[in-house]
């Protein structure tokens, strides 16, 4: 159903979800510490207005290794109320998405 968000912790889902809509992993700058890479986000750098200069590229491989040491689940949205393609997504604990 248009509108309706999906919970994932599948890293294929999830890197499909977001490649298929230009996105890339990204950490918020200056949130982590060595070998921590802080505040995981995904940038969708085509998007207007989407640039962030607070927000550095990452690989896969980080923003994975990341997800799984901190719990967290994927939410996410493939249309629109109106029926278009959907960027809407956040990361959340896997227990709060669990509830």
């Given at each position: 159903?248009?509108?309706?968000?999906?919970?994932?912790?599948?890293?294929?889902?999830?890197?499909?979800?977001?490649?298929?809509?230009?996105?890339?992993?990204?950490?918020?700058?200056?949130?982590?510490?060595?070998?921590?890479?802080?505040?995981?986000?995904?940038?969708?750098?085509?998007?207007p207005?989407?640039r962030?200069?607070?927000?550095?590229?990452?690989?896969?491989?980080?923003?994975?290794?990341?997800?799984?040491?901190?719990?967290?689940?994927?939410?996410?949205?493939?249309?629109?109320?109106?029926?278009?393609?959907?960027?809407?997504?956040?990361?959340?604990?896997?227990?709060?998405?669990n509830?």
């Amino acid at each position: 159903m248009a509108g309706e968000s999906k919970t994932t912790t599948n890293h294929d889902e999830i890197r499909r979800w977001v490649e298929e809509r230009g996105g890339k992993p990204a950490h918020a700058i200056g949130t982590g510490n060595e070998g921590d890479p802080g505040l995981l986000r995904i940038e969708f750098p085509g998007a207007p207005g989407a640039r962030d200069e607070n927000l550095e590229p990452i690989s896969w491989e980080e923003f994975f290794e990341a997800f799984e040491e901190n719990g967290l689940a994927f939410v996410y949205q493939d249309e629109k109320r109106d029926g278009e393609e959907s960027t809407f997504s956040k990361l959340v604990s896997r227990e709060n998405a669990n509830a």
